[in-house]
């Protein structure tokens, strides 16, 4: 037991004083002789017993009657170790996507949202965080519209991130009790590797999950024959069940253009090819109607007018190979010869190619570096009497390249770099047994740069990376056969697509995206990215012919929006949000170390009452002192 006020219990010590009193009010009796008094000396004896005992009762009743009026105004109580100290709460809730899913016809999060409402104390003061808001300091009055009206978000903390951030808004007192509340479905994915624990946080989670976990996802497309009169569109659909018909239908801005249906095989999954008109503009979204999250029944991709990528080829050779590989329908290719070239025209280009030159003019030289630093592509392909001392002046201006010697020895080219970015996408596994081209000349070479292709004696065939590429050896049928194997088709694809970064089709929130446009800007002009109402400004980089886009943390909607310059629209770019919280796979909360885990809110914040608890005595001991009142007139009236 415990008191309010314990220093009132010094009053107790006065109790004395009554004892004091009654032991000096007794009586001593003097004996008178008197004759013939038998009877009368039986009826004085038994008068003084009852008196004495009389008074010895009431003694006992008044000082339990004082120490009980003691007692209550001390006002005692009984309470859990943790009832007294301060509370601090934080509370977490989940607002992915997945928390979308239905019960009892209300969202996970709105019921969530509902019952925190209805729980939580009107002046209880609380922090509260998501996935991307926090609100610190808070009650329940101040965010309730707030909480009514959350955003869903594709973002998920994992558990270790969301006790980092809860750390952050408890305070450094190691004197209060600080409770955790996690209220989330618990995916798969909101597990961590290395939980963080914090023995001064108690923990306690909260499940929310729904009747039913289907759920069909649009999850992603593709597009085949690009450049033909009509091309294919082929969505990916997971979550089906099987021999499940699921319409999806095909708008182009708000015009349907074409429907389907869905046909889940027993994997649950699903493929629906569209035919779409060739050279057509395209603002395209896929769209079906299921029960399960809303999210994932959209999709947005953009189609825009093909952007050709604009290469020279500065070359002493009379083959057309090059020509071969960059078709007019995808690339604007030139070719020129050294003594006819207009050093204007290289501006304009994004790939330069220097092909079977005996030597690099340093006029030449000076302009290609300006090129390069500007962001072009450079591809040299030496010749087999190219002057090693022209070329390493140019080469050492790019990573320390220098050729060391020429090698007259036949040998193969037997070694592929396949996690190169160039190769990305190009094997569906590492080829052992190809057919190896084969070189009779070659230049050795000294570099840090990592090789793409090599030699069977491990001498580079071909290296480089960020948009500048070396050949070791002339590609000229006289000395190759390169020009014939399979390699040459994505090697000097890659290396020109990989010159201007062309918006995809359709892009993630989330990543960060990178993108080129060809135009020309002012040096006060900028470019705006824009849907509706909504409006922003990328991170951007200026080059003579063209400008990168850099998106990361904007947009923060799915949708198709427009790439601006002074009001006029250059391109459309789409992005769709990640699909990691369609599929869903809920964690096994009770196995998760240092945790409690209650049924609902309601009842954890029943049980959060109960742990801070107080029980008053009080009342019982003015109750008691009423009693011993009353037990003290019956002594008087009753006992004589």
């Known amino acids: 037991m415990q008191f309010k006020h314990p220093e009132i219990l010094w009053a107790l010590a006065l109790l004395v004083i009554p004892v004091i009193i009654h032991l000096f009010q007794l009586r001593r009796y003097k004996k008178t002789p008197f ?22 009762l009431l003694l006992l009743t008044r000082l339990c009657l004082l120490a009980a009026i003691i007692v209550a105004f001390a006002q005692p109580f009984s309470s859990t170790e943790t009832a007294l100290k301060e509370k601090e709460t934080v509370v977490y809730l ?18 969530a949202v509902q019952d925190l409402i209805r729980n939580i104390g ?38 270790e991130e969301i006790k980092l951030k809860a750390a952050t808004l408890f305070s450094k007192s190691n004197g209060s009790v600080k409770n955790l509340i996690l209220i989330s479905d618990f995916q798969q994915r909101i597990a961590a590797n290395n939980p963080v624990t914090d023995s001064l946080i108690s923990m306690y989670l909260v499940p929310i999950r729904p009747r039913e976990t289907q759920n069909v996802a649009i999850d992603s497309i593709y597009l085949d024959d690009e450049l033909s009169e009509q091309p294919k569109l082929t969505a990916l659909l997971s979550g089906g069940s099987e021999e499940q018909n699921l319409p999806i239908s095909l708008f182009n801005n708000d015009t349907l253009i074409a429907k389907s249906a869905a046909k889940f095989n027993a994997n649950g999954t699903a ?14 979204k896929l769209s ?14 953009s189609i825009n007018e093909r952007e050709k990528i604009k290469i020279l080829a500065i070359s002493a050779s009379e083959n057309d190979y090059l020509e071969r ?63 090693i001392t022209s070329y390493n002046s140019f080469l050492s201006s790019f990573s320390a390249i220098q050729m060391t010697e020429k090698v007259a020895n036949s040998t193969k080219v037997t070694s592929i770099s396949f996690d190169h970015p160039l190769y990305t996408n190009v094997f569906e596994k590492e080829v052992t047994n190809f057919q190896y081209p084969t070189v009779k000349e070659y230049f050795r070479i000294r570099s840090r740069m990592s ?11 071909l290296l480089g990376n960020d948009g500048f590429y070396v050949f070791t050896a002339s590609l000229e049928t006289s000395n190759s056969n390169f020009k014939n194997s399979p390699l040459i088709v994505p090697t000097f694809y890659n290396m020109a697509t990989s010159s201007l970064q062309l918006p995809e089709i359709y892009h993630t929130l989330g990543e960060i995206t990178t993108i080129d446009i060809s135009t020309n800007l002012g040096s006060d002009d900028i470019l705006n990215v824009s849907r509706e109402d909504y409006d922003f400004i990328p991170l951007q980089q200026t080059f003579p012919n063209r400008v990168r886009l850099t998106f990361d943390q904007n947009p923060a909607l799915d949708g198709i929006y427009t790439i ?22 809920y964690l096994e909360v009770e196995s998760l170390p240092n945790a409690r885990t209650q049924d609902s809110i309601g009842s954890l914040f029943e049980y959060l009452e109960a742990e801070s608890n107080i029980t008053a005595y009080w009342k019982w001991f003015v109750i008691l002192a009423l009693l011993l009142a009353l037990t003290e007139v019956l002594i008087q009236k009753f006992i004589t």
């Open 94 to 111: 989940d607002n992915s996507f997945s928390m979308q899913a239905k019960i009892n016809g209300l969202s996970l999060m709105e019921k």
């Open 122 to 159: 009107d002046e209880t003061v609380f922090s509260l965080f998501t996935n991307e808001n926090t609100y610190n300091g808070v009650t329940v009055k101040n965010i309730q519209n707030v909480l009514l009206s959350f955003p869903y978000s594709h973002k998920q903390l994992n558990l």
């Open 325 to 387: 590989l960059y078709p007019e329908n995808e690339f604007s290719f030139q070719k020129s010869q050294l003594n006819q070239l207009d050093y204007s025209a290289l501006d304009e280009q994004n790939v330069v190619v220097l092909d079977n030159l005996q030597s690099i003019p340093n006029s030449l030289q000076k302009v290609l570096l300006t090129f390069k630093e500007n962001g072009g592509t450079l591809i040299v392909v030496p010749s087999n009497e190219s002057d």
């Open 451 to 461: 090789k793409i292709l090599a030699l069977e004696n491990n001498d580079a065939f």
């Open 271 to 284: 493929e629906v090819v569209f035919s779409i008109p060739g050279n057509t503009k395209i603002n395209g």
């Open 288 to 301: 079906l109607t299921e029960n399960g999250l809303g999210y994932d029944n959209r999709f947005y991709f």
């Open 35 to 56: 004759t013939n008094v038998a009877m009368l000396q039986k009826v004085v004896s038994e008068s003084r017993k009852s008196n004495s005992l009389k008074k010895w």
């Open 564 to 585: 601006n310059q002074q009001g006029r629209a250059l391109q459309n770019i789409s992005f769709n949000y990640p699909r990691a919280e369609s599929k869903l796979n």
